[in-house]
């Protein structure tokens, strides 16, 4: 097999000495082949070639280089008819073939593949694209016949043709098309090269289709998967790589090829809904009505609308509410779902939506009843464990057992999965004065995010190291925290205030000297410096010191001064 190189512009003209007049069936054959021409962005005129149909529906095929680049592209047919191409429905660059969808108006002429498998040997004709009754070919036989993808044939002819026919169909006897010609690597060679068309009708879009480079490289619109569920998985394949724009007209193009399928009204209401504007908000409420009255399973349908006006109401931001969208109808929603089947997602949502108008109780209630069912995760565990936090009147111990619940969901040595509610739980046992435990929840932490944390994660474990009498490692945390963010005031007088209790003065006294030259306005270090002073019988310099926190507002220097003054 000999590999194509790039193909070039193709006509009609052939090599002179070659032209004989074709068999019968070629005029009526002739009607399939077509003339292409592909466009840049700015209109012009990117590259000429031939195609053909493959069916009756506007499915033809011809080769990739001449779409490569292209924007926008149309064909002239055989009776001078300018159509334009709809979409691609596949492509491959090694075999630089491509298929695509055209535009038509009635049946178009299409050539019939072979039915029986070609031989060596075999005549088989070239068919010219031709806008006249009658056109000229040229003969040849087949030297080799190479199994490829797809169970599919390339031939090796012997037939010398030249870049004008590239793509032109080669015919059996019968006038059943056996494949596509291809570029020539050498010009003069006597021998040429036609890519099977049973391997160029298989090409397809599939789901991965979305992040296929040549596909990619080809501007003009992509088709869909022809099985419905596959589509499904491109739409969500799609829904991160492409823009908004793009991505509404493949929505647009899922519902018209499967108009009784929710889901696209679903996707496209969610894509309406993140313009932002009441018009597409009206379209967007159409969109959620007709997922309704298709869905046969109405709970889902409530379920998906109360989802996204949840989701709107978060998103919102200053906007005035559109219409009905708020949390009120979310609720509403969400109960209809209830209603009609118990499903711990539905309280999932519901428990999100209380949380959200800040009926915690509620929420709690409805995370419960996750929490007691299959669903049960981590994540339901530390919702509920929020929500009860937020209750009124709540023994927050409560919220510890929680937590212990959501952290309970994963196994030692902790992962980075587990990480979050390790943190959360050290939180919460800060809060019922549980500070070694919450020592012990920020070193797994530690040790579960590899030692990859931050500052102001030293500076939360310190403090708790504090309150336990953890002092060297207390240092240590505030010491790493500084190292790491050395121009953040505030760990600066954390750091004067660690060393001041633990009685190391003159570290004390430089952290805060540091912290006044970063920032000559924070009272705190002023406060804290002057204290110092004072207890080291440095009256003036403390009084002075003291005296500048007070002036910008430290209450607690106004005692302090109160105090030493007399």
């Not at 007209?249 to 496209?268: M, S, T």
């Not at 809060?431 to 929840?441: I, L, M, T």
């Amino acid at each position: 097999m000999k590999k194509t190189l790039l193909i070039v512009a193709c006509g009609m003209s052939f090599l002179t000495g070659f032209s004989q007049e074709l068999p019968k069936w070629a005029s009526k054959a002739r009607k399939a082949v077509f003339s292409v021409i592909t466009y840049n962005k700015d209109n012009q005129i990117l590259n000429t070639g031939n195609g053909f149909y493959i069916d009756e529906e506007g499915t033809a095929v011809s080769d990739y280089t001449l779409f490569k680049g292209a924007d926008h592209a149309v064909i002239v047919t055989a009776d001078g008819k300018e159509l334009p191409v709809e979409y691609i429905m596949g492509a491959n660059d090694m075999y630089d073939v491509v298929k695509f969808k055209t535009e038509f108006d009635k049946k178009a002429a299409a050539l019939q593949p072979a039915s029986q498998t070609a031989k060596t040997g075999e005549t088989v004709y070239l068919l010219p694209y031709s806008t006249q009754k009658s056109a000229e070919g040229q003969n040849g036989t087949i030297a080799r016949i190479d199994t490829i993808a797809n169970n599919s044939f390339y031939y090796t002819l012997n037939m010398q043709t030249t870049d004008k026919t590239v793509s032109c169909p080669v015919m059996n006897a019968n006038g059943e098309v056996l494949g596509l010609i291809q570029k020539n690597a050498d010009p003069e060679s006597k021998e040429s090269y036609a890519i099977g068309v049973t391997y160029a009708s298989s090409l397809s879009i599939s789901p991965l289709s979305v992040n296929d480079l040549t596909l990619k490289s080809i501007g003009i619109k992509k088709g869909l998967p022809e099985d419905e569920s596959q589509a499904l998985v491109y739409l969500y394949m799609a829904a991160s790589t492409l823009d908004r724009d793009s991505y509404l007209n493949l929505l647009n193009d899922f519902i018209a090829k499967y108009p009784e399928n929710q889901e696209g009204y679903l996707r496209r209401a969610t894509c309406y809904m993140n313009f932002g504007d009441d018009t597409h908000n009206a379209l967007a409420t159409e969109d959620m009505n007709k997922m309704l009255d298709l869905s046969k399973q109405k709970d889902d349908a409530h379920y998906n609308i109360a989802k996204l006006i949840y989701s709107y109401q978060l998103n919102k931001g200053d906007k005035p509410t559109y219409a009905d969208w708020t949390f009120d109808r979310a609720l509403n929603e969400i109960n209809e779902a209830i209603q009609i089947a118990q499903q711990p997602i539905y309280y999932q949502v519901q428990g999100d939506i209380y949380f959200a108008m800040q009926k915690y109780a509620e929420a709690f209630t409805a995370y419960d009843k996750v929490n007691k069912s299959p669903l049960a995760s981590a994540a339901t565990f530390y919702s509920s464990a929020k929500a009860k936090d937020l209750m009124e009147g709540v023994d927050k111990k409560e919220v510890v057992a929680l937590m212990d619940s959501a952290v309970a969901r994963f196994n030692k040595p902790y992962g980075e999965d587990a990480a979050p509610y390790l943190y959360e739980r050290a939180g919460a046992k800060i809060a019922v004065e549980d500070f070694r435990g919450a020592v012990s929840d920020y070193n797994d932490f530690y040790d579960a995010m590899l030692g990859q944390v931050s500052a102001e994660f030293y500076l939360t474990r310190m403090q708790a190291e504090m309150q336990c009498r953890m002092y060297q490692q207390a240092i240590d945390d505030i010491n790493k925290a500084v190292e790491l963010d050395p121009n953040n005031v505030n760990y600066w007088v954390e750091k004067g205030g660690v060393y001041l209790r633990v009685n190391q003065v003159t570290e004390a006294v430089q952290a805060l000297e540091k912290a006044i030259s970063i920032d000559p306005q924070n009272a705190p270090a002023y406060r804290m410096l002057g204290y110092i002073q004072v207890q080291q019988k440095q009256m003036d310099k403390g009084i002075a010191n003291l005296q500048k926190a007070s002036d910008l507002g430290d209450e607690v220097a106004i005692g302090l001064l109160e105090k030493y003054k007399k």
